[in-house]
Nanobody, 116 residues
C-alpha cells in the first residue's frame, strides 16, 4: 500500500518559517519525481516546488528564493523549507509522487496558515 504522509503544518506569523515533511512508503522512492502542491481558499491546486530523482529542482515564481525543496532517499522523505512566509502562502499543502511511468500518488495534505 502506497502512503504519503505530510507533517509540519501549522499556524505561523508573517515572516516566520515552517518545515514540511512527507514520509513515503510502498514505492521505490528514489525513482520518483517528488512535488509539493498547495490549494488556497477558493483557488485551484498549484505546483509549489518539485525535485526530480536526479535532484533537479524547480519552483513557482511566487516562492522562488523563500522555499527550498529537498529529499532524503535513505529516509524516503521529501521536505519543504518555507521561510519569510506571507499570508498568501496560506493553503493546504500536498505531497505528490510522480513516476516515469505509472500512477501518481498524493498525500492527504497539511494545513499551513500564515496570520498575525
Amino acid at each position: 500500500q502506497v502512503q504519503l504522509v505530510e507533517s509540519g503544518g501549522g499556524l505561523v506569523q508573517p515572516g516566520g518559517s515552517l518545515r514540511l515533511s512527507c514520509a513515503v512508503s510502498g514505492i521505490i522512492f528514489r525513482r520518483y519525481t517528488m512535488g509539493w502542491y498547495r490549494q488556497g481558499p477558493g483557488k485551484q491546486r498549484e505546483l509549489v516546488a518539485g525535485i526530480t530523482n536526479g535532484g533537479r529542482t524547480n519552483y513557482a515564481d511566487s516562492v522562488e528564493g523563500r522555499f527550498t525543496i529537498s529529499r532524503d532517499n535513505a529516509k524516503n522523505t521529501v521536505y519543504l523549507q518555507m521561510n519569510s512566509l506571507k499570508p498568501e502562502d496560506t493553503a493546504v499543502y500536498y505531497c505528490n509522487a510522480n513516476p516515469p511511468t505509472g500512477p501518481i500518488y498524493w498525500g492527504q495534505g497539511t494545513q499551513v496558515t500564515v496570520s498575525s
